[in-house]
C-alpha cells in the first residue's frame, strides 16, 4: 500500500523514511522536517531519520544546523547511520571553491514577464559581442599555389601496381 495514503500515526519506520524519501526527492524539505517530526514521536531514537532531518536542514540552507545534527550521528549504534554521518560531514565541511565569474552563469529574472502583456511576453537572447580592440590583420598569409602533379604518369604508376598485385594473387593457390 502507499504510504502516503496511510495515517502518519499508523505507519511503521520503513514507511516513515519512504515518505520523507519521496518528499526529499521532489525537493520538499520543508514537508521533510515536518514528516520527520511526526515520525520522531513515535521512533525518537531512530538515526535515519535525523540523517534525513539533516540533509533538509542542509538542503534549506542551514548548513550549521545540519553539521551539528551529523555530528550527533557519529556515535549512532547503526554502523550505515555512522558512515553516512562521516560522508555528509566531510562534504558540508570542506573547504569552498572559489569559482571564477566566467564559470557562473547568470539566470535572468523572469518574475516580470507575468506581468507584461502577452505581445511582451518574448524572451530576447543578446548574442556576446565581441570586442572591440581585436587586432585585425591587414595582410592575409598568401600560399603559394602547389605545382600541378604530373596526373598521367600518377595514372600509369597506379596501373602497374594494380597489375602487379593481381598477378601475385594469380600465383597464390
Given at each position: 500500500?502507499?504510504?502516503?495514503?496511510?495515517?502518519?500515526?499508523?505507519?511503521?519506520?520503513?514507511?516513515?523514511?519512504?515518505?520523507?524519501?519521496?518528499?526529499?526527492?521532489?525537493?520538499?524539505?520543508?514537508?521533510?522536517?515536518?514528516?520527520?517530526?511526526?515520525?520522531?514521536?513515535?521512533?525518537?531514537?531512530?538515526?535515519?531519520?535525523?540523517?534525513?532531518?539533516?540533509?533538509?536542514?542542509?538542503?534549506?540552507?542551514?548548513?550549521?544546523?545540519?553539521?551539528?545534527?551529523?555530528?550527533?550521528?557519529?556515535?549512532?549504534?547503526?554502523?550505515?547511520?555512522?558512515?553516512?554521518?562521516?560522508?555528509?560531514?566531510?562534504?558540508?565541511q570542506?573547504?569552498?571553491?572559489?569559482?571564477?565569474?566566467?564559470?557562473?552563469?547568470?539566470?535572468?529574472?523572469?518574475?516580470?514577464?507575468?506581468?507584461?502583456?502577452?505581445?511582451?511576453?518574448?524572451?530576447?537572447?543578446?548574442?556576446?559581442?565581441?570586442?572591440?580592440?581585436?587586432?585585425?590583420?591587414?595582410?592575409?598569409i598568401?600560399?603559394?599555389?602547389?605545382?600541378?602533379?604530373?596526373t598521367?604518369?600518377?595514372?600509369?604508376?597506379?596501373?602497374?601496381?594494380?597489375?602487379?598485385?593481381?598477378?601475385?594473387?594469380?600465383?597464390?593457390?
Amino acid at each position: 500500500m502507499d504510504p502516503e495514503l496511510i495515517p502518519p500515526e499508523d505507519l511503521r519506520l520503513p514507511q516513515h523514511l519512504a515518505r520523507i524519501e519521496a518528499s526529499f526527492e521532489r525537493g520538499q524539505y520543508r514537508r521533510v522536517l515536518e514528516q520527520v517530526k511526526q515520525a520522531q514521536s513515535r521512533y525518537p531514537q531512530a538515526g535515519k531519520l535525523r540523517l534525513w532531518q539533516a540533509l533538509a536542514e542542509e538542503a534549506l540552507g542551514e548548513t550549521q544546523e545540519a553539521i551539528r545534527l551529523a555530528q550527533t550521528l557519529l556515535g549512532n549504534p547503526d554502523p550505515e547511520v555512522a558512515q553516512q554521518a562521516r560522508y555528509v560531514l566531510g562534504i558540508w565541511q570542506a573547504p569552498r571553491l572559489r569559482r571564477p565569474a566566467e564559470w557562473l552563469l547568470e539566470i535572468p529574472d523572469l518574475s516580470h514577464l507575468e506581468e507584461a502583456e502577452p505581445g511582451e511576453r518574448r524572451l530576447v537572447y543578446e548574442r556576446p559581442r565581441r570586442p572591440a580592440s581585436l587586432p585585425k590583420v591587414a595582410d592575409p598569409i598568401r600560399r603559394e599555389a602547389a605545382p600541378p602533379l604530373n596526373t598521367q604518369r600518377l595514372t600509369w604508376v597506379l596501373i602497374g601496381i594494380l597489375f602487379a598485385l593481381l598477378a601475385v594473387m594469380a600465383w597464390l593457390p
